[in-house]
């Protein structure tokens, strides 16, 4: 039904940029509110950024000011820009939707910023 590719990861030094994406099989862009999650080995998975289908934006406070999302619905992808890179952004970063009540997410991107 609903297919979530994410890449972009990679190592890098703190201070440094990425920009994350996340490519979608169907059309679900339009119509559905989109968000990027962070896991660390161990830790709790915790919501990073939310883009709804309008555009609106909203961030965790950890990340306010240094991350962007942003989304192309015509190519039904979402996007996470990354700068001011900090050792505890390390993680592995996923995207996620929620579609007829199913959550959907996908296999994740490693993100690994060096001090």
């Known amino acids: 039904q609903v297919q979530l590719v994410e890449s972009g990861g990679g190592l890098v030094q703190a201070g440094g940029s990425l920009r994350l994406s996340c490519a979608a099989s169907g059309s679900i862009f339009s119509g559905n509110t989109m968000d990027w999650y962070r896991q660390v080995s161990g830790k709790q998975r915790e919501l990073v950024a939310v883009?709804?289908?309008?555009?609106?934006?909203n961030y965790a406070d950890s990340v306010k000011g240094r991350f962007t999302i942003s989304r192309d619905n015509a190519k039904s992808t979402v996007y996470l820009q990354m700068n001011s890179l900090k050792p505890e952004d390390t993680a592995v970063y996923y995207c996620?939707?929620?579609?007829?009540?199913?959550?959907?997410w996908g296999k994740g991107t490693l993100v690994t910023v060096s001090s």
């Open positions: 996620h939707v929620i579609v007829r009540y199913m959550n959907y």
């Open positions: 883009i709804s289908s309008g555009g609106s934006t």
